[in-house]
């Protein structure tokens, strides 16, 4: 089994707003990068049990791009998402509702050709940018 990678972030947002920034499409292609160099320039998502979504990412000189993908297992509005990747993987994402905010938790499998500390760094990137997003 792949070794489990965790990030959390903390931010003063309830957890109803911050839900919807993390699930409607119109924002994700916004914050949904590890660095400043990628962008999505396409985010498909069907967003229920079952449901499948797919963000293209690329870097912004076209040199490199995949398809992230996967689809939902578990969704409880507000609270958590579970979704195995195209390669199972398991993705899973709670929201915790606390009396400053909310307190975003992402684990997930990591994969094997690339390296951990990078993986390790981008899940901390892209949760930065949310924040920075969803603060704006």
């Given at each position: 089994?792949?070794?489990?990678s965790?990030?959390?972030?903390?931010?003063?947002?309830?957890?109803?707003?911050?839900?919807?920034?993390?699930?409607?499409?119109?924002?994700?292609?916004?914050?949904?990068?590890?660095?400043?160099?990628?962008?999505?320039?396409?985010?498909e998502?069907?967003?229920?049990?079952?449901?499948?979504?797919?963000?293209?990412?690329?870097?912004?000189?076209?040199s490199s791009?995949?398809?992230?993908?996967?689809?939902?297992?578990?969704?409880?509005?507000?609270k958590?998402?579970?979704?195995?990747?195209?390669?199972?993987?398991?993705?899973?994402?709670?929201?915790?509702?606390?009396?400053?905010?909310?307190?975003?938790?992402?684990?997930?499998?990591a994969?094997?050709?690339?390296?951990?500390?990078?993986?390790?760094?981008?899940?901390?990137?892209?949760?930065?940018?949310?924040?920075?997003?969803?603060?704006?």
């Amino acid at each position: 089994m792949p070794p489990l990678s965790i990030c959390k972030i903390a931010i003063k947002i309830p957890a109803d707003k911050v839900w919807g920034f993390w699930v409607m499409p119109e924002y994700i292609n916004h914050w949904y990068t590890a660095s400043k160099e990628w962008h999505n320039p396409k985010v498909e998502l069907e967003f229920k049990v079952s449901g499948h979504f797919s963000y293209r990412m690329e870097v912004d000189d076209g040199s490199s791009g995949f398809d992230f993908m996967g689809t939902f297992k578990k969704n409880v509005l507000h609270k958590q998402l579970s979704y195995p990747l195209e390669d199972q993987r398991l993705v899973e994402v709670s929201f915790t509702e606390t009396t400053d905010g909310t307190t975003i938790k992402q684990q997930f499998e990591a994969e094997r050709t690339t390296p951990l500390t990078k993986q390790k760094s981008g899940c901390p990137a892209m949760m930065h940018n949310f924040k920075s997003y969803a603060l704006r």
